[in-house]
């Protein structure tokens, strides 16, 4: 009887254990699919960035060598420091690093308070007024920058980092919106409490609103040092001094002219170098980055 008993708990437990090892060897496969392709994505978008370097450290005659070579024999390191020395790279480092650093804090300062205006305030036409800001993104940037010219050529601002700077200290659409919708999901009884206690609302703002919103301050922030970064079009249109160049601009002495051909080799390794503080910032803030573009969809 205690042998039937036992045979029959093992015939029924086989297919309960062998359902479960098929459960977790197709798990296992669906894990190893989904890792392959994964890699798969970051090698295509990752071979740009490393065919850049690796041109940055050739030869000028072995940048267009068939078949192309992607570990260059000896590297030449020697590229990196003969930029310094066919231009004045590192004015136009410092350049890009000041309206960089001005434009980011004018940019989540400005937006910041406006986006806590329309999340929190109460006034007549708010919602009128945000949505004609956000009618501004429709609106494509090759449109207003004849109109912006004829402003600064106006003000006397040509020729100076100003038309690049002041006009961060009015907002973003897109950044007011981003920081708005994160700010709506602070609890209002933060703020209830603290007017309670006494506090005005620039106080709220200043001591709970902007310590709980780092993550939505850290990703404006970096749409605006890109943004500020890579810009190309406003400062060849507003700078006429090579002394108040940008690394965007600068670029241009090394895509060759009537008498010289391009230099890639001191292009690429240019142009690394321009993407390098990009990059640094990115790791150093992606999770707050990424956890600011989740939480400031939560509300609508």
Request: charged content about 15%; hydrophobic content about 55%.
């Given at each position: 009887?205690?042998?039937?008993?036992?045979?029959?708990?093992v015939?029924?437990?086989?297919?309960a254990?062998?359902?479960?090892l098929?459960?977790?060897?197709r798990?296992?496969?669906?894990?190893?699919?989904?890792?392959v392709v994964?890699?798969?994505?970051?090698?295509?978008?990752?071979m740009?960035?490393?065919?850049?370097?690796?041109?940055?450290?050739?030869?000028?005659?072995?940048v267009?060598?068939?078949?192309?070579?992607?570990?260059?024999?000896?590297?030449?390191?020697?590229?990196?420091?003969?930029?310094?020395?066919?231009?004045?790279f590192d004015?136009y480092l410092?350049?890009?690093?000041?309206?960089?650093?001005?434009s980011?804090?004018g940019?989540?300062?400005?937006?910041s308070?406006?986006?806590?205006?329309?999340?929190?305030?109460r006034?007549?036409?708010?919602?009128?007024?945000?949505v004609?800001?956000?009618?501004?993104?429709?609106?494509?940037?090759?449109?207003?920058?004849?109109?912006?010219?004829?402003?600064?050529?106006?003000?006397?601002w040509?020729?100076?980092?100003?038309?690049?700077?002041?006009?961060?200290f009015?907002?973003?659409a897109?950044q007011?919106?981003?920081l708005?919708?994160f700010?709506?999901t602070?609890?209002n009884?933060l703020?209830?409490?603290?007017?309670?206690?006494?506090?005005?609302?620039?106080r709220?703002?200043?001591?709970?609103?902007?310590?709980?919103?780092?993550?939505?301050?850290?990703?404006?922030?970096?749409f605006?040092?890109?943004?500020?970064?890579?810009?190309?079009?406003?400062?060849?249109?507003?700078?006429?001094s090579?002394?108040?160049?940008?690394?965007?601009?600068?670029?241009?002495?090394?895509t060759?002219?009537?008498?010289i051909?391009?230099?890639?080799h001191?292009l690429?390794?240019?142009?690394?170098?321009?993407?390098?503080?990009?990059?640094?910032?990115?790791?150093?803030?992606?999770?707050?980055f990424?956890?600011?573009i989740?939480?400031s969809?939560?509300k609508?």
């Amino acid at each position: 009887m205690a042998r039937a008993v036992d045979s029959r708990r093992v015939a029924v437990g086989t297919p309960a254990r062998g359902t479960f090892l098929s459960r977790v060897w197709r798990h296992r496969l669906q894990m190893a699919v989904a890792f392959v392709v994964i890699l798969a994505g970051a090698a295509i978008i990752i071979m740009p960035l490393g065919w850049m370097i690796s041109t940055s450290l050739k030869r000028q005659m072995d940048v267009f060598v068939l078949p192309p070579k992607w570990i260059p024999a000896p590297p030449q390191w020697g590229n990196y420091a003969e930029i310094f020395d066919s231009a004045p790279f590192d004015l136009y480092l410092l350049n890009s690093a000041i309206i960089t650093s001005s434009s980011v804090f004018g940019s989540v300062l400005s937006c910041s308070l406006a986006a806590y205006g329309f999340a929190r305030l109460r006034f007549p036409g708010r919602e009128l007024i945000f949505v004609m800001i956000l009618a501004t993104l429709m609106l494509p940037e090759s449109m207003t920058l004849i109109p912006r010219f004829i402003i600064f050529e106006k003000l006397g601002w040509l020729n100076s980092f100003k038309p690049l700077i002041v006009p961060s200290f009015f907002g973003s659409a897109f950044q007011i919106f981003l920081l708005r919708q994160f700010f709506r999901t602070i609890p209002n009884e933060l703020e209830d409490a603290a007017r309670l206690d006494g506090a005005g609302t620039l106080r709220i703002f200043a001591t709970i609103v902007l310590p709980l919103s780092k993550p939505a301050l850290v990703t404006a922030g970096i749409f605006s040092f890109i943004f500020s970064w890579n810009d190309f079009i406003r400062p060849l249109l507003y700078l006429n001094s090579e002394d108040k160049y940008t690394v965007a601009i600068g670029l241009l002495n090394f895509t060759g002219s009537d008498r010289i051909g391009p230099q890639m080799h001191l292009l690429m390794a240019a142009s690394f170098l321009t993407t390098l503080p990009v990059l640094i910032v990115f790791l150093l803030a992606q999770r707050l980055f990424v956890k600011g573009i989740v939480f400031s969809g939560i509300k609508g």
